[in-house]
Nanobody
């Protein structure tokens, strides 16, 4: 069982930045886990936005966040980060991290391909 926990959400003005963290109780050092970030805005379906593989740190981003968000990881710290810059009101959502042992599910950010989820952290972008 891999328990994930997100943190770092909050309220920020448009154009501002936040850094979200996803930590694991069991650790990411086994090399098996690929981590993706998803978000769910009110009244909308959960959307995959970023993925990072393990050993070679390949990344993938949704078009909606490409160039503004950066995903990174440090297995020794059991943490994956999502740096969010140039935030827009439409980025308002609950953000979740998910893990999978399937690299294709991660790179394609397939919600159904995730094995474990955190409980989410809320991000509100508003002036």
């Amino acid at each position: 069982q891999l328990e994930l926990k997100e943190s770092g959400g909050g309220v920020v003005q448009p154009g501002g930045s936040l850094r979200l963290s996803c930590t694991s109780s069991a650790g990411f050092t086994s090399g098996r886990y690929f981590i993706a970030w998803f978000r769910q805005a009110p009244g909308k379906e959960r959307e995959g936005i970023a993925c990072i593989t393990n050993s070679n740190r390949r990344t993938a981003y949704a078009d909606s966040v490409e160039g503004r968000f950066t995903i990174s990881r440090d297995n020794d710290k059991n943490t994956v980060w999502l740096q969010m810059d140039s935030l827009k009101p439409e980025d308002t959502a609950v953000y979740f991290c998910g893990s999978t042992t399937n690299p294709l599910s991660c790179m394609a950010m397939v919600e159904g391909g995730m094995n474990y989820w955190g409980n989410g952290t809320r991000v509100t972008v508003s002036s």
